[in-house]
């Protein structure tokens, strides 16, 4: 898959070149664990595809590695997946996000291992998510397909460098713990302008 990628992603870059309202990545790469659902991969490519205006592929799905599982709250590390994807996400122009429904978790503040819907690189190459959590809201498969897409938005945010935000309804505000995805509409201009080409 190494080299497949690889040759596709320099292919794309000549073509995608500075072309005005684009992401600034050429091709985004998702990679379903093989507990993410064919529907929701489905949803999510073709959703990205019309946000980010380039190819979004989907690359055949993998068991996550049995190195980034916690056994005692029966999660994955989320940073421990990232640094799984790394060797896969070895051109700069691209993005990898992995997509699966098993809970994620990482360190944050005082919590040892706290659960999160996505975790990415800021700025890098790789991204992941989960709706583990929101599944947990007995939402429709719609509802939560519409709410995952938000978070893939927020964790690609991340990939070009952009940080948390505080305007109201920006999609790169920090979730802290809850599933904020209804209050927020899309990108604020800063946020936008490091994501897309002008
Ligand atoms: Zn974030
Ligand atoms: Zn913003």
New binding site residues.
């Given amino acids: 898959m190494g080299v497949a990628a690889l040759l596709a992603c320099g292919r794309q870059r000549q073509e995608a070149g500075g072309v005005p309202g684009r992401a600034v990545f050429d091709t985004l790469y998702l990679l379903p664990a093989t507990d993410a659902d064919t529907a929701t991969m489905d949803y999510l490519q073709r959703h990205l595809a019309d946000s980010f205006r380039v190819p979004v592929r989907l690359l055949p799905m993998q068991p996550l590695p049995a190195f980034a599982w916690y056994a005692p709250r029966r999660r994955y590390w989320a940073d421990s997946l990232l640094k799984w994807m790394k060797p896969m996400a070895h051109m700069n122009a691209c993005r990898w996000l992995l997509v699966t429904s098993s809970d994620i978790s990482t360190t944050r503040k005082d919590h040892f291992n706290w659960g999160i819907m996505?975790l990415?690189y800021q700025p890098g190459r790789v991204a992941a998510i989960s709706d583990y959590r929101l599944q947990e809201h007995r939402r429709p498969p719609d509802a939560v397909r519409a709410a995952l897409l938000k978070i893939a938005l927020?964790?690609l945010g991340?990939t070009v460098g952009n940080a948390?935000c505080t305007q109201p309804h920006c999609l790169?505000q920090?979730?802290d713990g809850r599933d904020k995805t209804g209050q927020l509409s899309g990108f604020c201009n800063t946020c936008r302008k490091r994501l897309f080409r002008p």
Wanted: hydrophobic share 35%; proline share 0%.
């Fill in positions: 996505g990415a927020h964790e991340h948390h790169m920090d979730a």
